[in-house]
């Protein structure tokens, strides 16, 4: 049984009055979706909000963590007749319900206004570091909808024989909301500069290497990076790197300092990014969750640019049941 009593927790995301980071537009867009896909006690959320001037775009990813909640996305999906999607939840149920170890699943949605006509993106995030290359591509075959053809099995095997030990896949992923340009994304933990360096080269990456090396510049408030390589056909230029800060205020602002001198974003942006960094609860409905800072990212398209990111979580906060 699904509460669908509904008290907005937008006004908790966005700041509200001058420094606004989104327009009503695109808060309502968002208001719409979590009507649609009310929070569970157990659904965290992750908002991701761009971090330039004038981009006011904001993506939605929750994560799924308990069977229960599979089942509640597949008979979501079914009943608005997308069948399709309703049998990829059963076949993540299985998956879950198989001996391999899945800490979570996530489904991410564009929010511009088209989300009941895409196919949202899944990505599992498995417990085990070390993946042998049949179970993976069984994973990827589930997210997929298909099979994989061989050569999305050839770049599959050639990133995972171009790990170094300390390397592993952090989490994996199918971007179907992009319809027929749909990529596969995996998120991989273990690097600094000068590894990921030696690892692009191995797996024969064609992106921009000076630009890459350039956001490596002064992040001693970094405490570890993941960095996102993508491919369909063909392994792509773009990367995004991860930054996830080490815990204090004093590194978020000093993050922050580098994306304004850095030329990403103006003071205001700076100011309005920080009055959402604050951690804080929030009650809504009778659930409470606490907000707080998941981590920055910067992309390199294929544009020649970096395009960063912020990325705000809302965790559900068990204690809220007993009362503290």
Known sequence: MVDTTYNSIVPYIFPVGERCMVSFLAANRLEKQLLDFYPRLHVSYVFEFRVEDGKEQVD????????????????????????KIGTWFNNCIALLDSPQTIKSF???????????HQIPSLFISPKQKNIPFTEMTHFFEVLNLQSLDKKNKDILKQCIDA?????????????HSRGNTKTTRMYIRGFDRDSLLVF?????????RE??????EGIYMVSYISV????????????GLEFHLKKGIEYNDAFLYKLKTSGFCSQDRATAIKDILCSEKIKSGNYTYKR????????LGREEKAEPKVYIQLIPN???????
């Open 228 to 239: 996102v390589i993508e491919f369909n056909d063909v392994l792509l230029p773009t990367i």
């Open 200 to 208: 692009l080269d191995r797996i024969g990456w064609t992106g921009n």
């Open 318 to 324: 068990y204690l809220g049941i007993m009362g503290f």
């Open 211 to 216: 630009l890459l090396q350039k956001q490596f």
């Open 292 to 299: 707080s800072l998941s981590h920055f990212k910067i992309t």
């Open 106 to 116: 996530w489904i991410e949605a564009d929010l511009d206004g088209k989300e009941q």
């Open 163 to 175: 790990f170094e030990d300390n390397q592993y896949i952090e989490h994996f992923g199918i971007m």
């Open 60 to 83: 939605l990813a929750m994560a799924i963590i308990e069977k229960e909640d599979l089942q509640f996305f597949k008979n979501y999906y079914n009943s608005h007749n997308y069948k």
